[in-house]
């Protein structure tokens, strides 16, 4: 009898005598296979390895994270570090991309969150949602091919999933009547430990930003996650409601699950390669998982019995599928991968919201009080704020993250002269040049041209709509405001590093070269700059200071856009798009790359457009989804 034990043991490996919350750091310490293996402990990768060890306690999953559990605090927390804090550095990858031409060869500058809870755990915590015409967009460029799929990505085939994956908790009646919070309860529901919430306090100059852009005719909203979001927008963050700590995957799809989920491992601090499809089985899956440990280089392979997923996020996913020879042709040539599948949209179609800034300058005194400024001014304040953070509930200016106001404005609201906007991008697909847009090898790719020319022609309807926005603009606090394009019409590429694959991608964002999007951009800051003019700016004196008012002409405010630009508001996606093969696309409406078995992607790389929002709030709905997608497939077969 206790060899019949011993043997039913070590039949099950190792793990078995491990406590099954404890995290993996070895190969010795995993199962000789697993039912699912995720690839990157993230937003989505996170969700979905929760919901699955959830639905099935009978089958394994496996997460292999690049980072380690523990996450930087920080992003926020008191010392203030804000972006460039040195927490906060150790768990996230900056990227500087490629001199972008059109931008007089400038670089971005971007951040991945590289840590269990992936993105979620570094971010700028703002926890917004899409507008109803971004899901409508979406369905339009995967129409007519997938127009009677089981899986629906439009509105109501997204919304359930928005609502399932946070608990969203209403602030107190003294919170609401200092700052006039308002929400909409319908639109919430959830109750998994993923939280947003209003933060208790606000700079006192915030009522001065929203207060510019009502007099700038914005009309006011009482809900923006309800699907209609062109307006002005109160929007909840992603933090505790009494603790004001930082709610991330990390913490609400693992550690609040790993005590009771004997099925849930997750290996950190190593890197997944790539998939591997023996050579007997090339295409019918799942594949085999090649593994790195950052610790001591050893590489290994872990078998899949059912399904393998690819979470890494937008630069990662296109890059392991690259490693995998699954991308375009001549990229997997140059790097001498051997092609497994030629699919040109791997590490295509890349976006982010971007665009220039503006700048004023008060001539009268700003007597309010406190302002951002008070914290470097008045060690006693900042002590104080230091405090307050730490009581239950927590108080006090480290409660805010970034702030939590934004306006949402779509082109025909910003400008008379869309149509000649919009004319111009009908045009480039008509008269044939908008493949000379297209990064150089693939003007010559019927597929990518034919994705993109579908792109365009939907983006043209949906810069005509009065409810689709274009144009955000966030925070009201301080004395800048950025005019941050939410839907460019460029694609860049995330390609491998041929000198070292294992090594971070080269990030191509290519802004400007389909030149449409500097019309945009002028127009968003022509826009933007009467801020400075409303009656409540000028009580105090507000004086443009950047472009400044002598910056009118299209020319100068087109050199203006260059000299403030910002290639990255932190939203990298698509580089794994939704769309058909034969647009480009690289998976279906149920995630599983073309052509291929046993691999699917859940991540913010398969949204074929930008949406109108930040990001995270999708990447767990994307997860919620994709979840509830695999379990349908696995208790078919049951
Ligand atoms: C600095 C910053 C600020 C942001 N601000 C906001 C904001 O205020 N509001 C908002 O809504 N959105 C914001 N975003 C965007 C949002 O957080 C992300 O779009 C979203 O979290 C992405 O989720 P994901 O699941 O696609 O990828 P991630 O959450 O990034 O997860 C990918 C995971 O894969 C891991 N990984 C990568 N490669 C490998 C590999 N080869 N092997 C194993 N693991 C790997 C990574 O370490 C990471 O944990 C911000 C993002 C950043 C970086
Ligand atoms: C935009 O235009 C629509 C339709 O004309 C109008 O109903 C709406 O209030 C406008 N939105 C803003 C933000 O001004
Ligand atoms: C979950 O895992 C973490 C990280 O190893 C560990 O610190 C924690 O104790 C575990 N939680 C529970 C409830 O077991
Ligand atoms: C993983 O498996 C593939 C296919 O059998 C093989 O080519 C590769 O060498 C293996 N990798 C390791 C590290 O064993
Ligand atoms: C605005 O502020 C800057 C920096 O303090 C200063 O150099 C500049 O002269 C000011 N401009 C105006 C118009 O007040
Ligand atoms: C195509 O249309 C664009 C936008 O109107 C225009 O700038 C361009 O000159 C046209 N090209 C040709 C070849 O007609
Ligand atoms: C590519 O990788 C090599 C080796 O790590 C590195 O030296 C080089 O700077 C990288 N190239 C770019 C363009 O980042």
């Known amino acids: 009898m206790t060899q019949l034990i011993a043997l039913v043991a070590s039949l099950a490996g190792v793990a078995s005598a491990l406590p099954h919350h404890a995290v993996r750091r070895q190969v010795s310490e995993l199962r000789d296979s697993y039912d699912f293996v995720i690839a990157g402990g993230g937003t989505a990768g996170l969700t979905v390895a929760d919901r699955l060890t959830g639905a099935f306690p009978d089958k394994t999953v496996l997460v292999v994270e690049y980072g380690e559990i523990e996450y930087a605090p920080g992003t926020f927390d008191p010392p203030l570090t804000v972006w460039g804090g040195a927490g906060a550095a150790a768990s996230r990858w900056a990227f500087s991309s490629l001199p972008n031409l059109e931008v007089d060869n400038k670089r971005g500058v971007v951040f991945a969150g590289q840590v269990v809870g992936g993105s979620s755990a570094v971010n700028g915590m703002f926890f917004d949602r899409p507008s109803r015409s971004d899901f409508e967009a979406w369905d339009q460029v995967n129409s007519p091919e997938y127009a009677s799929s089981e899986d629906k990505w439009d509105w109501d085939g997204i919304f359930p999933y928005f609502q399932k994956s946070v608990t969203f908790t209403e602030p107190n009646a003294e919170t609401v009547a200092e700052h006039g919070y308002t929400w909409d309860l319908s639109v919430y529901g959830g109750e998994t430990p993923i939280y947003s919430s209003f933060p208790p306090f606000l700079w006192a100059d915030h009522p001065v930003g929203r207060a510019a852009w009502s007099e700038m005719g914005i009309r006011t909203l009482t809900e923006c996650a309800g699907g209609d979001k062109e307006g002005l927008c109160w929007i909840p963050i992603s933090e505790h409601p009494e603790t004001s700590r930082r709610s991330h995957s990390g913490l609400g799809h693992y550690a609040a699950v790993n005590e009771t989920r004997t099925n849930y491992d997750l290996l950190v601090k190593h890197q997944v390669i790539r998939v591997v499809y023996p050579e007997d089985t090339t295409g019918s899956g799942p594949p085999l998982v090649e593994v790195r440990s950052r610790n001591d280089d050893r590489v290994f392979n872990v078998t899949a019995n059912a399904e393998v997923i690819l979470s890494a996020g937008t630069f990662h996913t296109p890059t392991i599928l690259q490693r995998s020879g699954i991308g375009p042709a001549s990229v997997l040539d140059e790097a001498e991968i051997p092609l497994v599948l030629d699919l040109p949209g791997v590490g295509s179609n890349f976006q982010d919201h971007c665009g220039p800034d503006l700048a004023w300058n008060y001539t009268e005194p700003l007597d309010l009080y406190p302002l951002p400024s008070d914290m470097s001014s008045d060690p006693d304040f900042a002590a104080e704020a230091a405090a307050q953070f730490d009581e239950i509930p927590a108080r006090g200016p480290y409660t805010l993250a970034m702030s939590n106001s934004a306006i949402f404005v779509s082109l025909p609201n910003i400008t008379a002269d869309y149509e000649a906007i919009v004319s111009r991008i009908r045009d480039i697909v008509s008269n044939g040049t908008a493949s000379s847009y297209l990064p150089p090898d693939h003007r010559d790719d019927p597929r990518m041209i034919a994705g993109y020319e579908h792109q365009l022609s939907v983006l043209a309807d949906f810069f005509e709509n009065p409810e689709a926005p274009s144009l955000e603009s966030a925070f009201a606090t301080g004395t800048s405001a950025r005019a941050i394009s939410l839907h460019a019409l460029s694609r860049g590429t995330v390609r491998l590093n041929l000198t070292n694959p294992l090594e971070q991608p080269l990030l191509d964002y290519r802004s400007g070269s389909n030149p449409i999007d500097f019309d945009v951009h002028i127009a968003h800051l022509r826009y933007l700059r009467q801020m400075v003019t409303t009656p409540t700016m000028q009580q ?70 930008l949406p109108s929002s930040h990001l995270s709030a999708l990447a767990y709905a994307i997860g919620e989804k994709a979840a509830d997608i695999i379990i349908r497939e696995w208790s078919e077969d049951e």
């Open 540 to 609: 105090y004196g507000a004086v443009e200071v950047r472009p400044g008012a002598d910056v009118q002409s299209d020319e100068d405010l087109l050199q203006h856009t260059k000299d403030s630009f910002t290639f990255s508001f932190m939203h990298p996606c698509c580089t794994a798009a939704m769309l058909p093969e034969e647009k480009g696309g690289v998976v279906g409406p149920d995630l599983r790359v073309h052509g291929l078995d046993g691999l699917r992607i859940a991540d913010i790389s398969v949204l074929p457009l």
